[in-house]
């Protein structure tokens, strides 16, 4: 499913009029069926049920006024109040408050503190807000008055439906900048927004559900938006089925160039989440002085001694060996643990420059192109790089905040400069490719903000890249990760653990699948 920006959404609803004949009018009415709907889902019923309903003089606005003659007419006790100047209400949402007043449904304009206590009064006995306030085109800081509605509607305590998104989020980007509402769900019209995924707007749409307002579907579908969901249709469909005559060597050979001093368990989770993605054969690459312990350490991996000088990988001879090595690979994942030695960061770019193979770059391999940005896009191959959003601000010399401001136009931005596909951890991981498109993950949880989490992603997705093609094993992984750790926290909770994650991988693929529990076909 693709997500819109606020620009492709009204170029939607322009072409939905010009092109084929649908009437803004017919939309919202549609949007406003849809909204009562969710109310209804939301209390059970609404016979008898006092729902207080939000309204600005937009669009939005135009929504609510018509959920307000839905629910109405299916017995609920309606309370409309009009947050927005009326001189201001466009030609649509004026049309469908008219209808309201003509079935005798007062709305109350908050231009007085005694409207204002009408409201408060309204919120003590209703069952349900409605919030038709602000919606998608609101950008900035809600005006005085707004912030006081906001703000109230809040403090009552009582669950809120917000239409299309939270009043006070912005839709392109997740910002709050001063109030938004706090809502128990949002039913969004057409397609989702970024806003609903990217903190802190996240933090205020509640439960988020898609509502098909009859909008045609080749608008819905157009190649000219760039942004997507990554959920269990998209994952699935780009996981192959594994042949019966499959074996070690056709489900991908990876080699991991990982761990330092004190650094080994980032290498082993690492190497050992390729293994549980399906990887066929892993080989991880170690400082010579680590291999005996991370030998013992590891059944199934195999783990080949690397030069060394002073403790740390690198030194003369180390790049020739590790391209020699290398070329029995499908693939290989560097950085996790890898240690930040001036000689080691040395060695990653330079085997970055010359290896011709699918790459993944995570962890202390990104550190290594701090200051070195523009060598990225020297990689004889587009790699994929895995930063946090600290890592990535190392790299765009940009602060975390600075990110935040516009995450998705940064996250493509950074993916089309450095010419890599670029999976950023975040509470909703994207993953950017250099040719704009972006996805938006639609798995994972708060259990996951734990050390080691993104070693087990950089393997998962290195551990894919054979079995389903560098391109799409960013997008497999980083699903498969965020799948498993939900499994995990279904159990644990916030008491997650890496290995948590790395334990549940071959369960969230089984799933992914849809093989039944014995995996039998």
Do not use: W
């Not at 017995?75 to 079935?103: C, Y």
């Not at 013992?296 to 001879?317: F, N």
């Not at 989490?453 to 393997?459: E, K, S, T």
Request: glycine share 12%.
């Amino acid at each position: 499913m693709k997500l819109s920006l606020v620009q492709e959404m009204r170029e939607i609803d322009r072409r939905a009029g010009e092109e084929y004949g649908l009437p803004e009018l017919l939309l919202m009415e549609t949007a406003g069926g849809k909204v009562a709907e969710a109310a209804i889902a939301m209390l059970g019923t609404v016979k008898g049920r006092q729902i207080s309903i939000a309204a600005g003089s937009g669009n939005n606005g135009g929504d609510a006024f018509a959920a307000a003659r839905y629910l109405a007419n299916r017995g609920a006790a309606v309370k409309v109040f009009l947050a927005g100047n009326p001189e201001h209400i466009k030609h649509s949402p004026a049309v469908m408050r008219d209808v309201l007043t003509q079935m005798g449904i007062a709305v109350h304009t908050l231009t007085e503190k005694r409207d204002m206590d009408r409201l408060r009064l309204s919120l003590h006995f209703t069952d349900l807000i409605i919030d038709g306030l602000l919606g998608t085109g609101f950008a900035g800081a809600p005006r005085e008055k707004m912030r006081e509605v906001i703000s109230m509607l809040n403090a009552s305590g009582k669950p809120i439906l917000a239409i299309d998104i939270a009043s006070g989020v912005e839709a392109d980007t997740g910002k709050v900048a001063s109030v938004a509402i706090e809502a128990a769900r949002t039913v969004t019209l057409g397609l989702p927004k970024p806003g609903h995924y990217l903190s802190p707007g996240a933090d205020h749409t509640g439960k988020l559900s898609v509502s098909d307002i009859g909008i045609p579907y080749p608008l819905l579908t157009d190649d000219a938006m760039r942004q997507e969901l990554l959920d269990e249709r998209l994952a699935t469909s780009l996981l192959p089925a594994r042949i019966r005559a499959a074996h070690k060597g056709t489900c991908g050979r990876i080699l991991v160039v990982a761990g330092s001093r004190g650094m080994t368990g980032a290498a082993a989770m690492a190497s050992q989440a390729a293994l549980r993605a399906g990887c066929g054969i892993v080989t991880l690459a170690v400082p010579a002085s680590l291999q005996p312990l991370l030998a013992v350490k590891l059944t199934e991996v195999m783990t080949k001694p690397l030069l060394e000088t002073g403790g740390a990988l690198g030194g003369e001879g180390a790049l020739d060996e590790l391209l020699a090595l290398a070329g029995d690979y499908d693939g290989v994942l560097m950085g996790p643990g890898l240690g930040r030695a001036p000689q080691t960061m040395e060695l990653v770019r330079a085997f970055a420059m010359a290896y011709d193979k699918p790459l993944v770059l995570d962890a202390d391999a990104l550190y290594a192109f701090r200051d070195h940005g523009a060598e990225l896009a020297k990689c004889p191959q587009p790699p994929v790089i895995t930063p946090h959003l600290g890592e990535l601000a190392g790299l765009t010399g940009l602060t975390v905040p600075d990110l935040r401001e516009d995450l998705l136009g940064f996250v493509r931005e950074a993916a089309q400069e450095y010419r890599a596909i670029l999976v950023a951890k975040s509470e909703c991981t994207l993953v950017a490719y250099p040719d704009g498109r972006v996805y938006f993950t639609t798995v994972g949880n708060p259990g996951m903000a734990t050390a080691g989490a993104g070693d087990v992603l950089a393997g998962t997705i290195a551990g894919l890249l054979e079995q389903t093609g560098s391109d799409q094993a960013p997008l497999v992984g980083t699903f498969l990760h965020g799948r498993a750790g939900d499994l995990a926290y279904a159990r644990l909770c916030e008491g997650l653990v890496a290995t948590d994650i790395l334990q549940a991988l071959p369960e969230a693929r089984r799933q992914l699948e849809n093989l039944p529990a014995d995996g039998r076909m």
